[in-house]
């Protein structure tokens, strides 16, 4: 079993071997993750309690429930909450996908498609290929995804290639356990993301050098490409009046990993900069995901279904503008044209989730959209839980669009960063909130505890 609240995942964190597909190879999820803290690689843990809350608010009498396998789902169920083993391939769970919604629908053919999905990050390739190659079109009316990966992003190769975490706080015991998800292969990106110092060129990640692991990772990096082309052959195949809605919601102005850089020793970096040769420099992401593969390779550049959201990738499953769409799907009639920025000035952000004690860290932040700049802007740093007294408060340093502040070194712990611009473009301020965790050397012994 699974448990998704804060004890199992948080023990996962500690001893990354209980996720070990080749030792646990069934895992059975028993519902969605809820929001919580772990002193590990993760930080804050974003949960869907907020989700579920919206859907509530804006429609009564909802009736949820969450699908466990080989148990019949009650004919008055209106939401099916899905887990899946995340470590297993997106073929995987979209397979399980097909008989949960089998066990929703029943078996009688439904006569209208009438079956809306909310995808977040790797959950929206599962529908993409239920919808594709497993013929979940026929009963899909709309797919709504959350900072999806659908093309990618150079976050999965970087945790391949190191493990998460930052500097000497890497985390090689996960990074073991990792290398052995088909999942994490499939979230490589799909796009050439490597630039080749050499050559002067771009390049896909499959043609970088060999080293002791190339054979492993081009073997299951090829499976995970061989995923995205089935998805964008069989949408290909859906006939014109079979293709549901599909409204990807994107972070935007986040400092992102998005860049692979192979320099002409061998060695390689991966970077939080926008590769010129892609196009939308500047547009950034979500802390995890890059804005351009937030979008499916079906959509091409029907800019009128994307929708740009402030949230950064944990936060961005729970944003409030969903309501709308979803009560479009009922009849009320709401614009549902989406547009490239988020409908107001945000703040992108530029932090590390995890630091280690002891050292001073830089904290930086962007004032968006490129027409708006601050006067000021102010931070505050306090403890999770809240002290009586914040641990640091003062003013970042920079003007109009770019500020910049050199946070103290502090104690292992959990702290929240508050962020404050003001007189602002349009609105008088705007906020922004993250979470930093701080960790210290026992605490990396004890992530270490798999080998790497």
């Given at each position: ?76 169920t ?12 997106v ?12 066990a ?10 009438r ?32 900072g ?24 090689p ?22 630039w ?34 089935d ?46 040769w ?5 547009w ?5 995901v ?7 390779r ?10 740009a959201v ?15 769409q979803?009560?479009?799907y ?10 490239e920025?988020?409908d ?27 027409n ?5 802007v ?7 839980p ?28 959990r ?38």
């Amino acid at each position: 079993m699974w448990e998704p609240a804060g004890r199992g995942l948080a023990a996962a964190m500690i001893r990354p071997s209980t996720l070990d597909l080749n030792r646990f190879p069934e895992l059975e999820p028993t519902g969605l993750i809820h929001t919580f803290s772990v002193f590990g690689p993760m930080a804050t843990i974003y949960g869907y309690d907020v989700l579920h809350q919206l859907l509530t608010d804006n429609f009564r009498g909802v009736v949820t429930r969450t699908y466990r396998q080989g148990t019949p789902v009650p004919a008055d169920t209106d939401v099916l909450l899905f887990p899946y083993d995340f470590r297993r391939s997106v073929r995987d769970a979209a397979e399980q996908l097909v008989r949960a919604v089998r066990a929703a629908l029943g078996d009688e053919t439904p006569s209208r498609r009438r079956v809306i999905v909310l995808a977040h990050s790797m959950g929206g390739l599962v529908a993409r290929y239920w919808i594709g190659p497993l013929g979940g079109w026929r009963v899909c009316r709309a797919l709504l995804t959350l900072g999806t990966p659908h093309r990618g992003a150079p976050k999965a190769f970087e945790w391949l290639l190191r493990g998460p975490g930052v500097g000497p706080l890497r985390h090689p015991g996960l990074r073991a356990v990792l290398r052995e998800w088909p999942s994490m292969y499939e979230l490589l990106p799909q796009y050439p993301a490597v630039w080749d110092e050499s050559t002067g060129q771009e390049i896909e990640l499959t043609a970088l050098p060999p080293s002791k692991y190339a054979e492993k990772f081009s073997a299951m990096a090829a499976d995970g490409r061989r995923t995205h082309e089935d998805i964008a052959a069989a949408w290909s195949d859906i006939p014109p009046d079979g293709l549901p809605d599909v409204v990807p919601y994107f972070g935007r102005g986040h400092t992102t990993p998005n860049e692979v850089i192979l320099r002409s020793d061998g060695s390689v970096d991966v970077r939080k900069t926008d590769p010129p040769w892609r196009g939308n420099v500047g547009w950034a992401g979500d802390g995890t995901v890059p804005v351009l593969s937030a979008i499916p390779r079906e959509l091409g550049e029907t800019r009128s279904v994307w929708r740009a959201v402030r949230d950064r990738h944990g936060p961005i499953a729970n944003t409030p503008s969903l309501a709308e769409q979803l009560r479009s799907y009922s009849g009320e009639a709401v614009p549902t044209r989406g547009g490239e920025t988020p409908d107001r000035p945000w703040l992108g952000l530029d932090l590390e989730e995890i630091v280690p004690a002891g050292a001073e860290f830089e904290i930086g932040l962007t004032v968006h959209p490129d027409n708006a700049g601050a006067a000021a802007v102010r931070l505050s740093l306090t403890t999770v839980p809240p002290s009586a007294q914040p641990v640091f408060v003062g003013p970042m340093s920079g003007v109009d669009r770019t500020w910049a502040a050199t946070l103290p070194p502090l104690p292992a712990g959990r702290y929240r960063v508050d962020f404050e611009a003001q007189r602002v473009v349009g609105p008088e301020s705007v906020f922004a909130r993250a979470d930093v965790v701080v960790l210290d050397a026992d605490a990396e012994a004890v992530f270490a505890e798999a080998p790497s």
